[in-house]
């Protein structure tokens, strides 16, 4: 029972599902926009909930309470931690974890340790792992899967076919313009990609006890240059997510 949940932060992730999408009511709540209609024959409420995790909280749970979806998707964009990522890449996540939830101490962040939920019976420390089940149906769903080419200007390397992963995305209320952070995130978390919303979306599907799904494909790298590379590679890279998030709404 209930439409499928899908959820964009900014513009440039939501544009490409505008040709696969066709609304057929939209709803305003708390400035946000609801869109209900059909993408590709199955109902979809989709919205653009802005940047961050509080936005992406409010909005996840509407979706569930007040439009009663089924699971929530989110399709969008992230930088590259693992060094071995390259712009365009896109990464299905198995785990999400809030990076900046913790505490600071002498100027260094200590991280929640697993085992040590703040909030009993979620151990919000230790993220949320992708369920073993749906794993299997995704990596079902896109086996096979190859992304059209991005050029060299949508990259800026050379023109690629973006790479298909499964692994850790980390969330936290800050654009990763720094090296040194993205290097700790990697040596701390061994995570694939860093956003701002995925982590806050499975919090909220956890407690609601419904299936979601994350997928994120690189605009940046999260270091020195991401501050240039993400309004250059924002949109091209998005294309990669929305495509991975049609194929999995079949799983859901
Ligand atoms: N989304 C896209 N690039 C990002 C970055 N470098 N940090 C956080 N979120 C992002």
Redesign the pocket.
Known sequence: GGPLGLIC?IPEEIAHFGAHFRADSERQIAGFTFQQGDMDGRAVVLVEAGIGKVNAAIVATLLLQVFGVRALLFS?????VDPALAIGDVVVATRLVQHDYGALAGGEMKVYQPGVPPLPGFDDAHGYDLDSGLEAKARAALDGLVLPALSAAATGGEARVPGIHFGTVLT?D????CETS?DRLFRTFAAQ????EGASVAQVATRWGVPYLVV?S?????GAD?HM??PAF?RAAAAGAAELIRRLAAVL
């Open positions: 932060a969008g964009v992230a930088g590259g936290g800050q654009f990763l313009n993205r990609a860093v956003e701002m994120r690189l605009s940046d790298l999260a991401s590379d993400f924002c």
